[in-house]
């Protein structure tokens, strides 16, 4: 079974700051690991996504990831926030197989303050 | 071109009710998946189709709960009786081929409320 922890529920960072989203999963296969974006109303948005390859993954708005097997941990960076920032950022795992059905952390509040 | 689109928004439904949840997925995706959002909550997995065959309903929390596609497009989530645990957001998401690398393409979810 794959699981993913989001720690804590909210974070808040001043404008221009660095964003840090963290995220630890759990696979008993190479997993393949996502980060989503859920904006108010709206549906999730791929941010970014490792599957195999280099362990350093951008993606879209700045913001990019790092895959550490031996910390099993996929965590969300972003250099300096915009209050556009503000969202929902939920991270996911996936294995390597043809049902590719995603498994959840419970999502991380990013609040921008001005 | 359109995105994955669902309906309704928005519905209320008393205990007891029996509810369709419709999902249009982008066009010529041959993968679509149903999640549930609780509040506060990450989405869970609740099935999955590969054209019109439904490969895995393993998420599927109770016989109250079905899903179909029967042309291999348009899909719809049905939940007999409802109750109050059933209030959540029911989000689909379609991919253009099956296995994990395809990206899936989440529609804005309909929120479903049972009083």
């Known amino acids: 079974a794959q699981s993913v922890t989001q720690l804590g529920s909210h974070v808040s960072v001043s404008e221009g700051a660095l964003v840090l989203l963290r995220c630890n999963y759990s696979s008993s296969v190479p997993p393949y690991l996502f980060w989503y974006v859920q904006y108010p109303n709206q549906g999730l948005q791929l941010l970014l996504k490792?599957?195999?390859?280099?362990?350093l993954v951008k993606g879209i708005n700045g913001f990019e990831a790092e895959f550490k097997k031996s910390e099993t941990s996929f965590h969300l960076t972003k250099p300096s926030a915009h209050m556009s920032d503000a969202a929902e950022y939920f991270c996911a795992v996936s294995d390597s197989g043809a049902n590719s059905k995603l498994t959840f952390g419970k999502g991380i509040t990013l609040s921008v303050r001005p | 071109g359109a995105g994955v689109s669902q309906s309704p928004r928005y519905k209320v439904a008393k205990r007891g009710q029996d509810v369709a949840l419709r999902c249009d997925p982008i066009?010529?995706?041959?993968?679509l998946f149903w999640y549930q959002q609780a509040l506060g909550q990450g989405p869970e997995f609740l099935t999955y189709?590969?054209?019109?065959?439904?490969?895995?309903k393993s998420g599927l929390p109770s016989d109250r709960f079905f899903a179909e596609r029967p042309e291999g497009s348009v899909s719809t989530l049905k939940i007999q009786r409802t109750q109050q645990e059933d209030s959540a957001v029911y989000l689909c998401?379609?991919?253009?081929?099956?296995?994990?690398?395809?990206?899936?393409?989440f529609g804005p979810g309909t929120r479903l409320t049972v009083t």
């Open positions: 189709f590969q054209n019109e065959a439904q490969l895995d």
């Open positions: 490792y599957t195999t390859g280099a362990t």
């Open positions: 998401a379609s991919s253009l081929l099956w296995g994990t690398v395809n990206e899936q393409y």
């Open positions: 066009s010529g995706h041959v993968s």
